[in-house]
C-alpha cells in the first residue's frame, strides 16, 4: 500500500476511486498499489508519503517513455533545483551565488 498526503489547494477533497469523502489538507491516506500510478504524479495536489520503489520506478518509466514519444529530453534534477539551493551549491563549489 502507497501512503498520499493531501495538499491541494482546494482543501478536502472526496477520492471517489477510493471511496473516501473529505480527505482533509494534510491528512494521510492509503492507496492500493495498482491505483499508485494515478496519484503519484499529482504534486500539486498530492505528497508521495510512502510509496513502494517499484511504483516510483514504473513512474520514471512512463514519464521517460512519454518524453521519449514526444521528442523532448527528460528533466535533469539541476534543472528542477529551486534557484536558492543552485546558489548554495555554487557558494560551495567556489563560484558565484548570482
Sequence with gaps: MAKFKNVGPLGALDIDVLGLRGVEVGEVFEVPDHLALGFI???????AVDVPESV???????????AAEAGEPV?????????PRRRAAKAEKGGEGE
Design 41 to 47: 504524479g499529482q504534486t500539486e495536489i498530492y505528497e
Design 56 to 66: 516510483r520506478e514504473e513512474f520514471a518509466a512512463l514519464v521517460a517513455a512519454d
Design 75 to 83: 528533466a535533469d534534477v539541476e534543472a528542477e533545483t529551486p534557484e
